[in-house]
């Protein structure tokens, strides 16, 4: 299986037709505001079926988590990179967010932490950690009370019947 790989500060390696679980935070930890937050959540959702098969996304006040297995360019064939995905995503919301709330500046860190998920059973407890990080930061109740969570219909467990969004 073909393997993709580069280098900035952090290793990145990524497996065709494999899931990514991806981490990525606010510069300096900054807490971005609920209309920042929707920004970024929409910013997830639109490269869905596209760019990347989407699986789970949660967008907390400093740092976003998604699980996503790329797809490919129907253009030129290739599976779409990791730093296509992320510089597409964390430069759109960047940009979007600073004209939403008319300022300037870095809004993520350059870095982000990714790891391929091997099986499945990791991938269920990646997903099951998406859901459930904005209940153990005190965020929420259930992953139906906060806005910015969001699985695919499959992924969705009786445990958390709120794990929400369009499919």
């Given at each position: 299986?073909?393997?993709?790989?580069?280098?900035?500060?952090?290793?990145?390696?990524?497996?065709?037709?494999?899931c990514?679980?991806?981490?990525?935070?606010?510069?300096?930890?900054?807490?971005?505001?609920?209309?920042?937050r929707?920004i970024?959540?929409?910013?997830?959702?639109?490269?869905?079926?596209?760019?990347?098969e989407?699986?789970?996304a949660?967008?907390?006040?400093?740092?976003?988590?998604?699980?996503f297995?790329?797809?490919?360019?129907?253009?030129?064939?290739?599976?779409?990179?990791?730093?296509?995905?992320?510089?597409?995503?964390?430069?759109?919301s960047?940009?979007?967010?600073?004209?939403?709330?008319?300022?300037?500046?870095?809004?993520?860190?350059?870095?982000?932490?990714?790891?391929?998920?091997?099986?499945?059973?990791?991938?269920?407890?990646?997903?099951?950690?998406?859901?459930?990080?904005?209940?153990?930061?005190?965020?929420?109740?259930?992953?139906a009370?906060?806005?910015?969570?969001?699985?695919?219909?499959?992924?969705?467990?009786p445990?958390?019947?709120?794990?929400?969004?369009?499919?």
């Open positions: 299986m073909p393997k993709m790989s580069y280098r900035r500060n952090l290793p990145h390696l990524q497996r065709e037709n494999k990514h679980f991806v981490t990525f935070c606010t510069y300096r930890r900054w807490i971005l505001p609920d209309c920042a929707q970024v959540f929409d910013c997830c959702l639109h490269d869905h079926r596209t760019r990347y989407l699986h789970a949660v967008v907390m006040p400093d740092h976003v988590h998604v699980i297995t790329p797809l490919t360019n129907k253009e030129t064939t290739e599976v779409y990179s990791l730093a296509e995905i992320m510089g597409a995503l964390k430069g759109a960047s940009h979007l967010i600073n004209r939403a709330m008319a300022r300037r500046g870095r809004v993520w860190q350059e870095e982000s932490f990714d790891r391929v998920v091997r099986s499945s059973e990791n991938f269920q407890e990646k997903v099951a950690y998406v859901l459930n990080n904005p209940l153990r930061k005190g965020l929420a109740k259930s992953p009370d906060y806005p910015w969570v969001w699985a695919t219909g499959e992924l969705r467990s445990a958390q019947p709120g794990a929400a969004g369009p499919t």
